[in-house]
């Protein structure tokens, strides 16, 4: 695992194909997981989770 890349609480439950991507989400802060230090990748994401997810990737574009 990448050193930059924070252990989730329930990061067995994060499948071995999507590792990759949820390091990269993190990294970027695209995704930081909640409050309980999960990632809960077998919950369906909340309208307000999504975008989230939308304007941290907008501001992201923006910054660059």
């Not at 590792?19 to 802060?29: H, L, N």
């Amino acid at each position: 695992r990448d050193q930059k890349y924070r252990i989730y609480g329930d990061e067995k439950m994060i499948s071995l194909w999507a590792i990759e991507a949820v390091q990269y989400a993190q990294q970027t802060g695209l995704m930081i997981g909640d409050d309980q230090q999960c990632f809960r990748p077998q919950k369906l994401a909340t309208k307000a989770e999504v975008s989230m997810v939308f304007y941290h990737y907008l501001l992201g574009i923006r910054n660059t």
